[in-house]
């Protein structure tokens, strides 16, 4: 297999022009899976097997070796062996049925529930544009919504005597997503006192949330209106609407939500997604261990 390896190496440096650094990684790589297959007794190729291959990846998964390292271990391999098939080296090639390792994923950023009412308390609700924001600021963090679904919201769709609002998510499904007691008082609060301010005949249709023009507002205007009162009440995390959407999923689950209805709530078409804020839970289980603990 290192003559195998070498014949590669040298395929990698002047006919795919790979830096001598890159292909000393390749190496590296494929010599700790060659010691992984010694230690199984294995040298020929042909004995290699998709199953042995994902021993190898179980076996470095239990020691620590995180998700992105490999993930790289099993690019160099799948590389390695599509080189042998190619040369007729190999009579089948055991990578082909194995798909990639999947990248672990950043958990997103979340507020505290102090840190949103620091936020919240930053709106001057004195005029039509501050009851707007305080009225977005609210229901984002009150039903999770993506940006896209809150500026297309419509009066219609205020099902508030349902104590709902009806969104349009992606693939144009709908659905329902409860809205708490704060948020309905807001937003009718904007809809009496602020939206009139801000309404045109020709731009505004139904739209709830308008700009100074009375038209829609543009995903863009919602960043800065994050921006803006996250750097008023001081808080240094970065901050973007999808944190009050990570925050009201992530304060759901630490409450003992059910997984499936935030699911639902949240509009994912795959519990998948959603199970990212159970690792943000552990998270906060573990912090809280290490902030309380006599020797945490």
Known sequence: MEAFLKEYSTLLLYEKNLSENTV???????????????????????EVTS?????YFEEIRRIGIDSSTSAR?????????????????????????????????????????????SILKCVDVSSPIGLRD????????????????LINLR???LLFEDEVVRVLGKGSKERYVPVGSSAVYWVNDYLKRGRPFLKNKVKSENIVFLNRRGAKLSRMWIWKIFERYSNEAGIEKEIHPHTFRHSFATHLIEGGADLRAVQEMLGHADISTTQIYTHIDREFVKQTHRDHHPRG
């Open 73 to 117: 271990y099993m690019s160099a391999i799948k590389g390695f062996w599509n080189f042998l098939e190619s040369m007729n080296y190999v009579s089948s090639n055991p990578t082909e049925k194995l798909s990639g390792v999947p990248k672990s994923r950043k958990l997103p950023s979340v507020l505290s529930v102090e840190e949103i009412d």
């Open 24 to 46: 000393n990684s390749y190496q590296s790589d494929l010599k700790k899976f060659f010691d992984f297959l010694n230690r199984e007794g294995i040298s020929d190729p042909d």
């Open 51 to 55: 199953e042995i291959i994902a021993k």
């Open 134 to 149: 305080r009225a977005i600021l609210e229901l984002f963090y009150s039903s999770g919504l993506r940006v896209s679904e």
């Open 155 to 157: 009066i219609p769709d």
